[in-house]
């Protein structure tokens, strides 16, 4: 009998108390936690919602760190100084130039870029304590970053090789069989102008969505097991504990991994719409 | 014994299998490309990432489908 607020995770997360007292103090991370109670602002576009609140931290922090690496720049740099160095020229050498080349890579450096470390700093924000959630863990933002990229690819193909230019690269690719169009065309039309930027999208936030979940699966377990358990299933929140460790750290590497594969998927969808003669 | 739940975490864990072959073949054969040229190593593994994004997105479709469905 499914009970009625059941949802597929919370079902998950049932099974690890299994054989547990019932009617305790066991909290499973639901899909409501992406969705808090409005606090401002409530029935306008501009509704305001913790959620909202993180994203805006992590652009502060975002816009205060590189404002104030700038600001305080010297030709010997100290260690922040050399950290931030080491993420731009991350994204200048094996980002942009190593996909696009040096010429176009030097004219979307700059995009590139923001977008790695716009993404980063609204990853990470999901494994900082107090805030908890990441930026991106809801459907919106990713959208529009990828809608950013999809505006981009197409505008600066269309711009290279006028309309018809870019509809012949993208969906007629050069050095195949003619009667090989018929399949192909379709396929590339669907990749062009959905694929690409709903993979994108869906890529970003399932991410961030599922570490949130496995990470809140973690903390809650562990702590229904130390204080709310049976004597005999409370060395599993152990095991729960150290998975939370395990976790915590997977998401740091996720949230700089998943900003790396959109900025170098950025780049690399750039690069197939703009080579042009060979 | 009694056990309660959803088949969708079914469901999920045979959607995790397709892409988590897929995910062997691929680290597998990069791994075994980088040791039989290390000088390539840079390029191989930016083209690795960008795979792994492409079949990433199979087991998160398998991820979301039972939140949009359900």
Known sequence: MPRPQETPLSSLATFLPLAADSGSGFVPPSLEDFFPPIVLWEGTPFAFNRIIMVRLIATVALLLVFVIGARTAKLVPGRFQVVLEMGLDFCRRSIAYETLGEKLGKKYVNIITTIFFSVFFLNITGVIPFLNIAGTSVIGLPLIFALWVFVLYIGASVKMHGVGGFLKLSLFPPGVPKFLYVLLTPVEFLQVFLLRPATLTIRLFANMMSGHLLLALCYSATSYLFLHASAGLKPLGIVTFAGGFAFFFLEIFVAALQAYVFAILTAVYLQMVLEAEH | ?70
Do not use: C, H, W
Request: proline share 4%; charged share 10%.
């Open chain 2, 1 to 70: 014994m009694d056990i309660s739940g959803n088949l969708a975490v079914i469901g999920y864990g045979l959607a995790a299998i397709g892409p988590g072959i897929g995910l062997g073949i691929l680290f597998g054969k990069t791994i075994e490309s980088m040791a039989r040229q290390p000088e390539m190593s840079g390029q191989l593994r930016s083209t690795m990432f960008i795979g792994l994004a492409f079949i990433e997105v199979f087991g998160l479709l398998g991820l979301v489908t039972p939140f949009i469905f359900g």
